[in-house]
């Protein structure tokens, strides 16, 4: 069981970009997945989730409007687009896994990937 996040880079302020999480070893379909970010000093924050079926997704307050969860079950996928970014999004941007439980707090997650990194200049 492993996920692993992609997508990452550098862009300036009000740019876009688009996070993959993909599964391997086993289907996304009957897991809600998650996306937390850690910035330098910070602790790990939750941003967004999405349930198994896809018909249920959550954000944080300070990127909803901005940031859009989806599911790509041909791909095995989970993506999170991110519009109008800003320099505070700048974070390492984790995906994880997870059967049930709370979407907001990350000790409910089974399964984790590894960070890939967000940088947004000013």
């Known amino acids: 069981v492993q996920l692993q996040a992609s997508g990452g880079g550098s862009v300036q302020s009000g740019g876009s970009l688009r996070l993959s999480c993909a599964a391997s070893g086993f289907p996304l379909d009957y897991y809600a997945i998650g996306w937390f970010r850690q910035a330098p000093g910070k602790e790990r924050e939750f941003v967004s989730a999405?349930?198994?079926?896809?018909?249920?997704?959550y954000y944080a307050a300070s990127v909803k409007g901005r940031f859009t969860i989806s599911r790509t079950e041909a791909n095995n996928t989970v993506d999170l687009q991110m519009n109008s970014l800003k320099p505070e999004d700048t974070a390492v941007y984790y995906c994880a896994a997870k059967y049930s439980g709370s979407y907001y707090f990350e000790e409910e997650y089974d399964y984790w990937g590894q960070g890939t990194q967000v940088t947004v200049s000013s």
């Open positions: 999405i349930n198994w079926s896809g018909g249920s997704s």
